[in-house]
């Protein structure tokens, strides 16, 4: 059994007095894949995170780590094996500083205080933010407070990552920042995203939702191309696809139809 894969099966989950939010949903994640989610507002994409996390639970169908389903009576293992980097760090730094917020979670394990700084130092330190233990978290800048709360994930010592996100209310430097530092885990990663510039540097495969259902599960650089598709799904090929010779070509005037002129 491997720990590291996540599985859902035909999992359907409804707000009271809303519409299905999650609609027969099945997919299989493997060791070491970086996976994107992505679809319009209210796809379903944020739900599908709080499941896969079990802050909400399905109507039915099954959502699993490894051979484990998630369950209320399993969620301290499934907390081991995940980890979720908020949409919005301040939702996780509430310290008085970094090291404090860092520190939170592996004194909350019931680790020693040993184990905890070694924790904190090395967290710290992969996330390239050391240099910030004894600030004030509400004083750092969108970057560092997006560093930050990704240190207070992995010193949880996660197999699997879970990014909401993770490049919202970021300026282009800082994006890029953050993008070159996520390139570096080797984690299993599954991130929910309207930033599909960011997917394709990231994600080898996608999951594309609607109405919370999936609509396309596949290669990235396959599927991010297929306007058609995403057009379907209130998407447009990312920016940096449009590009390649093969999206030029179809934009050229011989391509398209003639349009009136008006007189």
């Known amino acids: 059994m491997s720990h590291h894969i996540v599985e859902a099966k035909d999992v ?35 739900t599908l995170l709080l499941l896969l996390m079990g802050v909400l639970f399905p109507d039915n169908g099954e959502i699993s780590i490894g051979e484990v389903p998630i369950t209320k009576k399993n969620l301290g293992f499934v907390r081991q094996q995940m980890g979720m980097m908020m949409q919005d760090p301040d939702d996780q730094l509430f310290m008085a500083t970094v090291e404090q917020d860092v520190a939170f979670g592996p004194r909350n394990m019931g680790l020693d205080e040993t184990a905890v700084q070694m924790r904190v130092t090395t967290a710290l330190a992969k996330a390239g933010v050391p240099h910030l233990a004894e600030r004030s978290p509400q004083r750092l800048s969108g970057g560092e407070k ?60 996608i999951i594309i939702v609607k109405g919370g259902k999936i609509m396309a599960d596949g290669d990235a ?8 598709l995403l057009d379907s799904c209130g998407l447009e090929i990312p920016l940096s696809l449009q590009d390649r010779p093969i999206f030029r070509s179809r934009l050229r005037p011989e391509n398209q139809a003639e349009k009136p002129i008006d007189g």
């Open 12 to 46: 359907y989950f409804q707000y009271p007095g809303q519409h299905k939010a999650v609609d027969g949903i099945s997919f299989r994640i493997l060791h070491g894949e970086s996976v994107g989610i992505i679809g319009a507002n209210g796809a379903g994409k944020s």
């Open 146 to 205: 997006r560093a930050v709360a990704l240190a207070t994930v992995l010193a949880m010592e996660p197999d699997i990552l879970i990014l909401d996100e993770p490049t919202s209310f970021l300026d282009p430097k800082s994006r890029r920042r953050f993008i070159n530092l996520l390139q570096t885990f080797h984690h299993t990663k599954i991130i929910t995203t309207h930033d599909l510039d960011m997917t394709c540097q990231l994600c080898e495969r």
């Open 221 to 228: 650089a396959t599927l991010l191309t297929d306007e058609e």
